[in-house]
Every structure is written in structure tokens, then in C-alpha cells.
């Protein structure tokens, strides 16, 4: 899940407790999401991103919705609970959340009342037998105000909502990020993709899951600030670490074929028809009791009439957001991201396009600067994913 972009002016932005370091590195700050974060340091996006794939980069997602929803009879160690938090969270979004292990963490997508997606989001069951009856969930930033106010008024009374974004979230991720981290968790090298545990550094507790969106291995952490401002000190003296900021994180997750919400995915498009079908488990599916299921299970049956889709640019000129996409002289889609992807060497690009047009190795034309150029469906994601499974 990435985050999208705000155009919150410089006066009323908020800054995460990573602020001052960025400062000290460089960092050229921009608005993001209602925070001043940093899109790019001294290296450069390029530079940044390509040390990511071959080392292990740092990113601040501070700005993210961390947060806690625990049962209004709060906590304990009785997997029962467990079945009564997921009850009400699976009102909210498709996928088994009953069904996750202990530890165990599931990329969804929060629905509106016509099945369009409202935001993509990570939960996760605790592992801790003591912390059945809580979730962790992680929300995008720029839709946290708008998430937590739904899951609020549709389980008043039911569950407690407690928001945890006033501490420090970093992501590590390349294929170095195992060995940088486990030296202060050393359980960490344990985790398989889309895990989590909590685990004990110098006195502290950290929340540690193996996840991220770049498409390599690597950690998402949360903490309290302080905690949180001091481990993220200690892993920019290792030589394998840089920070990394926002423009390499927008290219690592697109090669990835990773969702940007606000661009690829929004309130009027689905989940069959972001290709995200998967994350509508079988059980879920067979009940059909989550918003907009008359839709989503529809679209299963028959097909959506549109598709998100990789494209590859023949030529050197990437097409970015709103680019439209033609074949035969016809519009047929439009392009949600799109730009230069370091690892390959060559411009990206996502969008969607209706489906009779959406197989790989389609010829289409993107609409560049008022002059078309040359393209072709292609798979996703752009390069393999890394992930430890």
C-alpha cells in the first residue's frame, strides 16, 4: 500500500518525529499527505532507488495510519476473541480476517456501499496469545482521518479505536535489510512475508512485520517516537543503509505493480478491476456479506468491463497520469501511473483499459504531449518480486 499526494499548503503541514533528521541528511522536503516529507535526498530518486534493489534502503512512512482497534471488552488470551474483532472488521472489508494465524498480516481494501474501493490497508492478528481481540492496522496517510472515522461509526460500542500515528513507522527494504536488522532483532530473520511480531530492542517494544512496497524483502516497524527516532540512527551508521525518499519509493512500488491509492485505486473502481481479486478469500466469497458484494461478485462471475494493466512504452518518453490510451485511433483507457523505471532501464507504466484490450502484448498508443506513441500491454509486475515466503 502507498500513499497518495495532498495539496495541504506549507503553513498548515504536519512533521513526523524523523523530521530533523531528514533535515541533517539533506532531504528536499515537499508537501505529502498533510506532512513535509522528504522526496528525495543529496543521491538523488535514481540513485536512491537502484541502492535499494541492491542494498537496503529507509524510508519514513511515519505519515501512515498505524493504529490498534481492540474489542470494547478489550484483550485476552482466548482465540475466541479473535473471531469477534474479525466479525466486525470483515463488515468493512472482504477478506478473511478470521481466518489469519497468529502473526499473520493481510493486504485488503476498505468498500463502499457500490464495492469501489475507499482506501487499501494492511491488518494484522496479533501474534501474543494475550492480544487476541486486538488488530494492528495500517491505513494510508492521506485517508487515515476518513478511515478511522468509518471504522468508528460503524463499530461504536463494539470495538475501540486507538490511533497510534504520533510515533515513528519505518520501512527497510532491499535484499541487505535482513542482516541490517536482525542485529538488533534477531527474531526478525525469522518472519516469513507478511508476518509480525512484537520483539524487545534495548528495553523497547517494537512492532516488526515483514513486509513493504517495493517488491524486495524487507520490514515495516513501528514504535514510540523516541524509541522509534534513535533505532533509525543506529541503522543509517550501517554502510548498507541510506535513506531513501518519496520518488524512489513512487518508482520501486510501480516496477513492482504496486497500487498507489488515489490514482490507481478510488472510490469508483473495484477490486476485481484493479486486479486485486485475491484478496477476497474463497469463504468470503461464498457469503457474499461484505459492501458492495452484488457488484464485486458479479464482476467475478462475468468479468469487469475494465482492467488495470502494465503497459510498456516502446520509446523513451514516459506517460504519466491521465495520459489517455488509444488503439485504432479509439480511447480505450487511461494511464493512473506512470514513469521511469531505474532497474529496467525504461519508462512504466499502469492504467486501465477495457478488458477486450487488456491482454499482455496488446499494440496501443499513449497520448503523449498531444502526440501518440507506441506501447503494449504487459504483465505485472515489471520485475519479480523478492519477498521472503
Not at 489517455?324 to 479509439?330: A, S
Not at 487488456?358 to 519477498?387: N, Q, W
Request: proline content about 6%; hydrophobic content about 40%.
Amino acid at each position: 500500500m502507498a500513499d497518495t499526494t495532498t495539496d495541504t499548503t506549507t503553513d498548515t503541514l504536519r512533521r513526523t518525529a524523523l523530521y530533523t533528521l531528514h533535515a541533517e541528511y539533506g532531504a528536499k522536503l515537499v508537501p505529502f499527505a498533510g506532512y513535509e516529507m522528504p522526496v528525495q535526498f543529496p543521491d538523488g530518486v535514481k540513485q536512491e532507488h537502484l541502492w535499494t534493489r541492491n542494498e537496503a534502503g529507509l524510508f519514513d512512512v511515519s505519515h501512515m495510519g498505524p493504529c490498534f482497534l481492540t474489542l470494547a471488552s478489550g484483550t485476552r488470551a482466548d482465540p475466541a476473541a479473535h473471531e469477534e474483532i474479525s466479525a466486525l472488521i470483515e463488515t468493512l472489508v472482504p477478506s478473511d480476517i478470521r481466518g489469519l494465524k497468529p502473526g499473520q498480516a493481510r493486504l485488503t481494501v476498505l468498500l463502499n456501499a457500490e464495492g469501489g474501493i475507499l482506501d487499501d490497508l494492511i491488518i494484522t492478528r496479533p501474534y501474543e496469545g494475550d492480544r487476541q481481540g486486538e488488530l494492528y492496522i495500517v491505513v494510508n496517510g492521506a485517508m487515515k482521518d476518513q478511515d478511522w472515522g468509518i471504522f468508528k461509526s460503524a463499530l461504536a460500542g463494539k470495538a475501540v479505536l486507538t490511533r497510534a500515528d504520533d510515533g515513528v513507522l519505518f520501512a527497510l527494504q532491499g535484499p541487505k535489510a535482513e542482516k541490517v536488522l536482525s542485529a538488533y532483532f534477531p527474531g526478525c530473520a525469522g518472519l516469513r512475508f507478511m508476518e509480525s511480531r512484537r520483539l524487545v530492542h534495548d528495553g523497547e517494544t517494537f512492532v516488526v512485520s515483514r513486509c513493504g512496497y517495493t517488491g524486495e524483502d524487507g520490514f515495516e516497524v513501528w514504535s514510540s517516537a523516541p524509541a522509534g527516532s534513535e533505532l533509525v540512527r543506529l541503522l543509517l551508521d550501517d554502510p548498507c543503509v541510506r535513506p531513501i525518499g518519496l520518488g524512489a519509493r513512487d518508482s520501486l512500488r510501480l516496477e513492482a505493480g504496486l497500487c498507489l491509492y488515489g490514482h490507481d485505486l478510488t472510490p469508483e473502481i473495484s477490486p476485481v478491476e484493479a486486479d486485486l481479486a485475491w484478496v477476497i478469500q474463497k469463504r468470503r466469497r461464498g457469503a457474499g456479506d461484505f459492501p458492495g458484494a452484488a457488484r464485486i461478485l458479479r464482476e467475478l462471475n462475468e468479468g469487469p468491463a475494465r482492467k488495470r494493466v502494465g503497459i510498456r512504452p516502446l520509446e523513451r518518453a514516459p506517460a504519466r497520469e491521465g495520459a489517455e490510451i488509444y488503439v485504432g485511433g479509439k480511447a480505450v483507457g487511461v494511464v493512473t501511473s506512470g514513469g521511469f523505471g531505474p532497474s529496467i532501464d525504461a519508462p512504466v507504466t499502469m492504467g486501465y483499459v477495457n478488458a477486450a484490450h487488456a491482454a499482455p502484448g496488446t499494440k496501443v498508443d499513449l497520448m503523449v504531449r498531444g502526440k501518440a506513441r507506441p506501447a503494449e500491454i504487459a504483465s505485472l509486475p515489471f520485475i519479480p518480486a523478492r519477498y521472503k515466503r
